[in-house]
C-alpha cells in the first residue's frame, strides 16, 4: 500500500510536542508491513536546512497558485537509502525559515501553502497514493484540496485525518477562502463556524476516515465539555470517528539504550539499578540523597489543561509527606512563579526546573519513583507511557488516553499498572497520590509487582499500527 503522511512536524527534524513523536514512530512502524511504501511529509524549516546532519537532495522546483499568488515551492528528499521509508520536505523559506514552527498571524497562509505543495508533489513525483493521513489542523485542508484541486490525478487516494488535539482548530477570516485557497463560494459551508472559517471542519466533512488518539478521546470529543465547538459535526459524522491510542518508539526510549540514562535497565535488573539512577537524580538536582523517600517526577509543559491548577493548590500538601518531587517543563508564569516559589519555601523536597531538554527528561523517567500526570484533559498524553516503560509508576486522571492506558493498580490481585483518581480535583489527586506513596513505603513486594506490571505492558506502535492498517485496507477495500 503506498501511504502518504503529512504533518507539521516530525522527529527528529522538528517536534514541538506529542505530534513529532508520533509522525516519527508511526510512519517508522507503518513500513514493516510488506507490501507498504511511505512518503513523510513536512515543512523544510530553517532549523532543518541549517542542520548539518541532515542530508538532502532536491527534486523539484515549481510555482504554486495560492489564490492570486504565485508562491516558490521547493521539493527535497531526505538522503537515505531506505525504500519504504521516505522522507520529504517542502521548502518556501519566506513561509518556513523563521524562529518558531507556529505562533504567527500568517499561520494559516503558510499552512494553506504547505498542504497545496503536497498535493502537487504527489503529481510531480508521480505517485498514485492509496492514502493520504492528514494530522491536526496544518494538514487539514488536504482532503478538501484534493476535492477541489486534484481529483483527476489524485482522485483514487483515501484520505484520513487524525486529530491530536481539538483545542487548536485552524481559525481563519472568511476572505481566506477565496484569497488564499483560490476556491469558489460553493466551499463556504465546508468551511463556514460561527462568522470565521475553520480548517478542522472541513477535513471533517471531507476525509473518509476520521481517527483521534485514544478510544476514550473519541467519545469525549463528542461533547462540548471536550469539543471546544466542533461537537454537533463531529456527531454528524461520528460513523467514520475511530479511537486509536499511540504508543511510543520503544527503540529510542529505552532504558538499556537511552544514553541519557546513566545506569542502564531493562525488566530483570530494574529493582538494582533504578536506584542508582535515583541516586544520580538526586545528587543533578540538588535533593539529599535519600533511598527511602519516594522520588515523584512531572516532565510536561505547565499550563490548564496540564493539570497544573489543582497541583499548585496542592503544593503545601505534598510538602507535608515526606516525598522529594521534581519537575521539568515550561508554560504559563503564573504556574511557572508557584512551582518556584514551592522550591524556595522546601529546597530540601522541590527540585523546579523551567526549561525542557531531553537529557534530563529521561533522568526524570529513569530516576524517579513515581510519575504524577493530573492532565485536566489529555488526547492521548505519551509521558505516562515513557514513565509505565522506564519502571516509574504513574499517578493520573481518568480522562482521554489516561483512561485508557492505565488501570488502577488492585495489590490483592496484582492487576493494574498505576493510580487514578476519576474526579478532576486536588483532593482526589492528593487521595491517589498517597495511595502511590503509601503502597511504596509499606509493602514494597507489591510495589515490585507494580513496577514489572507497568514495564511488562507493551506500549509500543505495534498494535496501533495494526489497527491503522485495518483502517486503511477498510476504506480502500484491499
Known amino acids: 500500500m503506498n501511504i502518504v503522511f503529512a504533518a507539521s512536524e516530525a522527529a ?77 520536505f517542502i521548502d518556501n523559506e519566506l513561509y518556513f525559515c523563521r524562529e518558531k514552527a507556529y505562533g504567527y498571524s500568517d499561520d494559516g497562509e503558510r ?90 471542519k472541513s477535513a471533517i466533512l471531507k476525509c473518509d476516515a476520521l481517527t483521534t488518539v485514544s478510544r476514550t478521546y473519541a467519545k469525549e470529543i463528542c461533547y462540548p465539555y471536550y469539543a471546544h465547538g466542533l461537537h454537533d459535526i463531529i456527531n454528524d459524522h461520528a460513523f467514520k470517528l475511530t479511537g486509536i ?21 531493562g525488566i530483570s535488573d530494574v529493582l538494582s539499578r533504578k536506584p542508582l539512577n535515583k541516586r544520580y537524580l538526586q545528587e543533578t538536582l540538588g535533593l539529599p540523597v535519600r533511598a527511602d523517600v519516594p522520588l515523584i517526577g512531572i516532565v510536561s509543559r505547565l499550563v490548564e489543561h496540564k493539570g497544573m491548577q489543582i497541583l499548585c493548590e496542592s503544593l ?18 503564573e504556574y511557572e512563579s508557584w512551582l518556584r516559589s514551592a522550591a524556595e519555601r522546601h529546597p530540601d523536597k522541590f527540585s523546579v526546573n523551567i526549561r525542557f531538554g531531553k537529557h534530563l527528561a529521561s533522568k526524570v523517567y529513569s530516576g524517579a519513583d513515581i510519575y ?65 506513596v503509601g503502597l511504596y513505603r509499606n509493602d514494597r513486594e507489591s510495589w515490585n509487582r507494580l513496577i514489572f506490571s507497568c514495564m511488562s505492558k507493551d506500549v509500543s506502535w505495534k498494535l496501533p499500527a495494526g489497527e491503522y492498517m485495518e483502517l486503511y485496507r477498510r476504506i480502500t477495500q484491499k
Open 12 to 88: 527528529p527534524f522538528m517536534k514541538t510536542g506529542g505530534l513529532g513523536d508520533v509522525a516519527q514512530a508511526l510512519p517508522e512502524a507503518l513500513s514493516a508491513y510488506k507490501g507498504n511504501r511511505i512518503l513523510l511529509f513536512i515543512p523544510f524549516y530553517g532549523s532543518i536546512k541549517k542542520d548539518p546532519s541532515f542530508k538532502t537532495e532536491l527534486v523539484s522546483e515549481f510555482k504554486l497558485e495560492l489564490g492570486w499568488r504565485e508562491q516558490y515551492a521547493g521539493l527535497h528528499r531526505l538522503l537515505s537509502r531506505r525504500r519504504k521509508l521516505e522522507v520529504f
Open 111 to 200: 499552512f494553506a501553502f504547505f498542504s497545496k505543495a503536497i498535493l502537487q508533489s504527489l503529481v510531480i513525483l508521480g505517485e498514485k497514493p492509496d492514502i493520504i493521513h492528514c494530522n491536526d489542523w496544518q494538514t487539514a485542508l488536504v482532503p478538501t484540496l484534493l476535492h477541489a484541486f486534484y481529483h483527476d490525478e489524485l482522485g483514487t487516494a483515501k484520505t484520513v485525518f487524525t486529530i491530536h488535539n481539538i483545542e487548536y482548530q485552524g481559525w481563519v477570516h472568511p476572505f481566506f477562502l477565496g484569497n488564499v485557497l483560490g476556491l469558489p463560494v460553493s466551499y463556504d459551508s465546508t468551511f463556514k463556524f460561527g462568522d470565521q472559517h475553520n480548517f478542522m
Open 245 to 265: 491510542v499511540n504508543g511510543i518508539d520503544t527503540e529510542v526510549n529505552d532504558p538499556g539504550k537511552d544514553p541519557d540514562v546513566p545506569y542502564p535497565y
Open 316 to 333: 503545601e500538601k505534598i510538602a507535608e509527606m515526606d516525598v522529594q518531587f521534581a519537575v521539568l517543563g515550561t508554560g504559563d508564569s
Open 372 to 436: 504524577l500526570m493530573p492532565s485536566k484533559s489529555e488526547p492521548c498524553g505519551l509521558s505516562q507511557l515513557m514513565a509505565m516503560h522506564y519502571g516509574t509508576v504513574p499517578v493520573v486522571h481518568e480522562t482521554g488516553g489516561l483512561k485508557d492506558t492505565v488501570a488502577q493498580f488492585i495489590p490483592d490481585t496484582g492487576e493494574g499498572t498505576g493510580f487514578v483518581f476519576k474526579e478532576f480535583t486536588g483532593l482526589q489527586m492528593m487521595d491517589s497520590l498517597r495511595s502511590a
